[in-house]
């Protein structure tokens, strides 16, 4: 169990410009989630999978934000037409139904919009 | 629909002092309920769960049970010590499926 990664652990972008992030799961989970962590609050729920299917959409995925996970694997988060508000972590979780409810969480990908 | 509200922080205590977060939910169903814990730099890591009402978990000194009547799953320490600064995150997800929802975090600094 080699854990969730997350690349690259920070990004530093020019407002206007995409910006994309990858997530590994652990090798033997199946679900897939996205979180947004701003300064001084909570993870807040982004989007789910379930293998290759995108079952869930939180009301914070504009439509600049786009998720993708081709092989039921890794996932890729893309931000288009970066804003300053889009500062923030982004954090990838994992889980199974093995793992029942719990989650587990990589390092994150620290961006920041100047 | 879902939610968890935990004390605001930041909570500051000397060495050895006892500890307590508060974290209420609300949920329609039977949540699970989830500590987890964020030291500086580092991701999120679960501290400690509950499943079912009077449940109690518990890891590394760190206990919380969860109280259905009052539902509440307080975090307590009998003992601080400076290794325990980081920020708390107090969370609950009512199937095995569903994302895991959030409290807006507890920063504890502990001096020696």
């Known amino acids: 169990d080699t854990g969730v990664s997350q690349d690259p652990r920070h990004k530093i972008t020019k407002r206007g410009q995409n910006v994309t992030f990858r997530c590994d799961p652990i090798?033997?989970?199946?679900?897939l989630y996205w979180y947004r962590q701003t300064l001084g609050q909570g993870p807040e729920f982004l989007t789910y999978f379930q293998n290759e299917a995108q079952l869930e959409k939180s009301r914070l995925l504009s439509d600049r934000f786009s998720a993708e996970r081709p092989k039921g694997s890794f996932s890729t988060l893309e931000i288009q037409r970066t804003e300053q508000g889009d500062s923030a972590m982004y954090l990838c979780?994992?889980?199974?139904?093995?793992?029942?409810?719990?989650?587990?969480f990589g390092p994150g990908t620290r961006l920041t919009v100047t | 629909g879902n939610s968890v509200t935990q004390m605001e922080g930041p909570v500051t205590l000397s060495e050895e002092a006892f500890l307590t977060i508060n974290c209420t939910y609300t949920a329609t169903g039977y949540p699970s309920l989830f500590w987890y814990v964020q030291y500086p730099g580092e991701g999120l890591q679960l501290l400690l769960k509950a499943t079912k009402a009077d449940d109690k978990g518990s890891n590394k000194g760190f206990e919380a049970t969860y109280r259905k009547e009052t539902t509440s799953f307080h975090l307590e320490k009998g003992s601080v010590q400076v290794s325990d600064s980081a920020v708390y995150f107090c969370?609950?997800?009512?199937?095995?499926?569903?994302?895991?929802?959030f409290g807006k975090g507890t920063r504890l600094s502990v001096i020696a």
């Open positions: 979780a994992s889980s199974s139904r093995t793992t029942g409810t719990r989650k587990y």
């Open positions: 969370a609950l997800s009512d199937q095995e499926n569903t994302p895991l929802v």
């Open positions: 090798s033997e989970h199946n679900r």
